[in-house]
Nanobody
């Protein structure tokens, strides 16, 4: 059984910073990719940033230059450093992992709320 646990969300003023963490646990043979998605009220879930096993990263245009994704495979952890936060970054942030256990699959964390006040 795989579990993803996020932490680090909270309330911050515009211009501030937060760092999200996501730890994967369970019978994981290989991490293929990990990333972060977000969903604001009334909107669809969208990709924020992702990182594959080779270290290649991808960012949404709206966060490019402000957010940085990083990972520690040994700790099965992915981070999202969010700087210069804006009110439009307010959303529930979800960790996502593409993993190999007894099969290849994708798992989601429970989500962590990020609220940016103006």
């Amino acid at each position: 059984q795989v579990q993803l646990v996020e932490s680090g969300g909270g309330l911050v003023q515009a211009g501030g910073s937060l760092r999200l963490s996501c730890v994967a646990s369970g019978s994981i043979v290989r991490i293929n990719a990990m990333g972060w998605y977000r969903q604001a009220p009334g909107k669809e879930r969208e990709l924020v940033a992702s990182m594959d096993s080779g270290g290649m990263t991808k960012y949404a245009d709206s966060v490019q230059g402000r957010f940085t994704i990083s990972g520690d495979n040994a700790k099965k952890t992915v981070y999202l450093q969010m700087n210069r936060l804006k009110p439009e970054d307010t959303a529930v942030y979800y960790c996502n992992a593409d993993l190999k256990t007894t099969y290849n699959g994708r798992w989601w964390g429970q989500g962590t709320q990020v609220t940016v006040s103006s």
